[in-house]
């Protein structure tokens, strides 16, 4: 186990490279600050690591792109970011080192760190179950420590001497109140709207939203009383959508825009079209039905047929086990089979009242809350 020898402040360097890692990485800063109020914490995140006193090395505006293309585009800058943490780490010695998820920026530091005997902790582990197996190998070579938050994550490492523990997953506590604050229990039906998270990234947004909204002026058509809340991540994604509404005919009020609210708007909808991702288990903890759609690059896709050996790319669905909620991937993410999709989750059918039911089952399997303090527990070991 390392501590920190002298009576100086620990140190520890955080390493997050999306809107989640920044959500995940925050919460852990202030667990860990309950323990030792003095933590000196620097690294890469964003708004939420920043207010809560890390130093922001580099902003994850400048880091969150996906798909092998995307990552092709920026991969100059990836790698200015990649050399200035590794030098700010071998410079600065920090007790210990967080990576959270980002695997293919945060699974190169972990060697970087390694070869300069500075102690990794991985937190939220990189979904290697999924793809690239023959990372786990060189994960319990270079990580000290990993911190898993889906309950079959641990098994993957079984017989390889890495360290593993299960904390469950952050966001049963951040939702919680969200859940508490926003969600009629007497109506379970919810408003007559619908939710679209086309994602945070420009990416993603470009690919996805024109196909849900043209999935959900197709249900307007026959439901004039459902209204559709496009969900932004941020005013940068604000205006990315706004572009792309400005460019259809839409029906006069009947689409919102709402910034930084996705969890309000989730426990206020019927219904849901989610990119895949994480939002997907943000969705089904807030109980809200979904349809599932993706869709990258051609190539990006092409390259993930091969190596991704999973039957379902929803996290939702990886947690049931089964096709829980309906998954539309590239060709087959139409506007006529999202709004097929769609239409049943929008009223009391069997359908959403048996997927009601999956999700509620969903939630259960990650756990009770208190990710961030177990989290915090296993780091603070490192820090002395």
Known sequence: MEHNENNSPSRVMIIAG?????????ALVHALQKKLPALEVAGTGGEQMRAAGVEILYDIEEMAVMGLAEVLKHLRRLRQIFAGVCDYAVRQRPDAV????????????????????IPVIYYICPQVWAWKRSRIKQMARTIKHLITIFPFENRCFDDTGLAVDYVGHPL????????????????????????????????????????????????????????????????????VISGIMAG?????????????????VLCESRAAVVASGTATVETALLGCPMVVIYKVAPLTYAIGRLVVNVPHIGMVNILAGREICPELLQGAATPAAVAAALEPLTHDTPQRRRMCDDLAGVAAALGTGGSAAKAAEIVARYLG
């Open 18 to 26: 999306e809107v989640s890692g920044d959500i995940h990485g925050a």
């Open 98 to 117: 967080v990576l959270i998820d980002y695997p293919g920026f945060n699974l190169r530091l972990a060697n970087h760190m390694h070869r300069h005997g």
């Open 172 to 239: 049963v506590d951040e939702l919680a109140e969200a859940r508490r604050e926003w969600v009629d229990a007497a109506n379970p039906l919810r408003r007559a709207q619908v939710a679209l998270l086309p994602g945070s990234r420009t990416a993603e947004i470009t690919r996805l939203l024109p196909v849900m909204l043209a999935a959900a002026e197709k249900l307007a058509v026959k439901h004039p009383e459902l209204k559709f809340v496009i969900a932004a991540a941020s005013p940068g994604m604000e205006k």
């Open 248 to 264: 259809m005919h839409l029906p006069s009020g009947r689409f919102e825009i709402v910034c930084r609210q996705t969890r309000r």
